[in-house]
């Protein structure tokens, strides 16, 4: 079981109100990533859920019970850190057998489970190593070992892939998608990369200056974006955001065209010089200046072939268009 | 960028204090070897000659030398235990997040910069003596007598007056060791269930291993060689209850005005300071690797 409910909970540093006032409920089994920009209080939730750090105010229930003042230790849940946190002097047996050690369990046991964990991790053959004589990736997977053998009712990540390089991180991120699928224990994942959060998540909360922005499936979020923040954090390249006489013509503050619902097309209502074009073979992104509402990004098909200084004209497809009010949330 | 031509200047400009650091080192160790082989007082400069082992012999006969090399070890056992200990729990302690951290951290290592004659004379006449001293008040005021630290303990008291000067530098030096663990590891250490001692022995102990070892092996140069504490206080007594190697050196050099012997204590104590480090090489070094 793995249900973590937060009532209004709020954290403070001093004067400074990290976490204004957050209620949330992660059901069991659920993938849930908190997303959002550096500084907006992701790494400082999680930390609060594991116990790391004390709430202001409010309560963090776990499975139904009130865990606001547990220690970290006896709320059952696995963390795996940014720097993954290895014990450098422990061979990676001993890391990851270390928390069934401190649980009293017999040598026996503790071997027998960390056998388990490293057959599922492809970690068998370097048992014996010390930390320091291992990659970055399988630092990271002792990590994540020494988080499983808990057998916890939730893995807390915090930014688990940041220090792999672009190759590693993509494969890691597989690899945790189906570790989730294999043992279907709650998840929190914690990233600023937006790519991490569409691709791995059940359930992505948005957290921007402590509030939560919203919180839904991975294409929820693409196509109904709750507000402009929203809008401009989920997806890549970033939505286009026009305002001004544009956006009046349909009625709003604000509109978002994502670069991949603008057509190429003569006749489109836009038109516009090519500033940038990146001819990557699969798509071509294109930064377009467009007279009267500015730099709109553009992504087109691989085969399109503008160059720098080009005249075009850009058509927006119909009912793609976002529309936001003035206070930034989306009108229906 | 290191070609040949330019490892070869590199050999050639740092040649000289090579030589020069050679000299300094080996012409007064093969002097001391020569003297501890001959008859040399000063107080009768003219019978000289070669003399066989004989300077050694009067060491190893000398119910004192074995007193001294007691002591000597004592004196080093004793204040490493009292020095790492203390300082592994004050460095816990100054490192806790509290108000005026700097100027406390300052008042702890403030004793090392009192040098070695002061800092004993210091504890000799504030704190150990009968009369004038703190503990002698102490005792006064439970209705007791005053402990007559030197006379009675002299040993313990010069081991207390070491500890008390090398201290300093133990906890500085383990501070920052401690200082340099992340606190991501402490926190995976909490989530895994660890108590406060669990993760004291299985997380902070290891990752300070290095610099214990740094610290006793650093403080043993110094620690084989004290002198002043001892000149200044006991004078190696009463009798020779407090005497150290170089004490006893001391007093065959300047008190018996016998070169020659002092000489052969001098090679018994470079012998001694070997035979230390290489057990503590074999028991502690391999935590300075990696």
Known sequence: ?332 | MSTQSSRLAARVMVAPSVVLLFIWMAVPLAMTLYYSFRLYRLISPDRTGWVGFTNYLWFVNSPEFWLAMGNTLALVGGVLAITVTLGILIALLIDQPVKGQGVLRILVIAPFFVMPPVAASILENLFMHPQNGLFAAVSMSFGAQPILFLQDYPMSSVIAIVSWEWLPFATLILLTALQSLSSEQIEAAEMDGASALNRFRYIILPHMMRAITVVILIQTIFLLGIFGEIFTTTQGGPGSASTTLPYMIFKQAIAAKDIGRAAAGGIIAVILANIVAYFLMRGIGRHLDA
Not at chain 1, 219 to 233: E, S, T
């Open chain 1, 1 to 332: 079981m793995g249900k973590i409910t937060l009532k209004h909970v709020n954290k403070s540093f001093g004067d400074v109100a990290v976490i204004p006032d957050i209620n949330l409920t992660i059901e069991n089994g659920e993938f849930v990533v908190f997303v959002g920009p550096s500084g907006c209080g992701k790494s400082t939730l999680l930390r609060l859920i594991a116990g790391l750090e004390d709430v202001s105010a409010g309560q963090i229930e776990i499975d139904g019970t009130d865990a606001t003042d547990l220690p970290p230790a006896k709320r059952g849940l696995a963390m795996v850190f940014q720097s993954y946190a290895l014990y450098p002097h422990m061979s990676v047996r001993k890391n990851i057998a270390f928390p069934l050690k401190m649980a009293g369990m017999t040598e026996a046991e503790q071997e027998k489970k960390v056998q388990n964990a490293a057959r599922i991790l492809n970690l068998t053959s370097y048992l014996d190593r010390r930390p320091g004589q291992l990659s970055g990736g399988q630092r990271q997977r002792v990590a994540i070992g020494r988080a499983i053998v808990r057998e916890p009712s939730a893995f807390l990540f915090d930014e688990p892939l940041s220090n792999l390089d672009a190759a590693l991180r993509v494969s890691m991120r597989q690899e945790i998608t189906e570790l989730h699928q294999t043992l279907k224990t709650t998840m929190i994942y914690v990233t600023h990369d937006q790519v991490e959060a569409m691709t791995m998540a059940d359930k992505i909360v948005v957290l921007n200056a402590g509030n939560i922005e919203q919180v839904g499936s991975p294409l929820d979020l693409y196509h109904h974006p709750a507000n402009v923040f929203v809008a401009g954090f989920i997806g890549s390249p970033k939505m286009n955001l026009i305002a001004g006489a544009e956006a009046a013509k349909h009625g709003a503050t604000t509109i978002g065209v994502r670069p991949e619902h603008i057509d190429i097309a003569a006749g489109g209502p836009w038109s516009g010089t090519v500033g940038l074009s990146e001819h990557l073979g699969s798509d071509t992104f294109l930064k377009v200046e467009v007279d009267g509402i500015g730099t709109l990004n553009v992504r087109a098909g691989g085969e399109v072939n503008l160059r720098h200084g080009d005249r075009t004209s850009l058509a927006p497809q119909a009912g793609r268009i976002h529309r936001f009010g003035a206070d930034g949330k989306a009108l229906a």
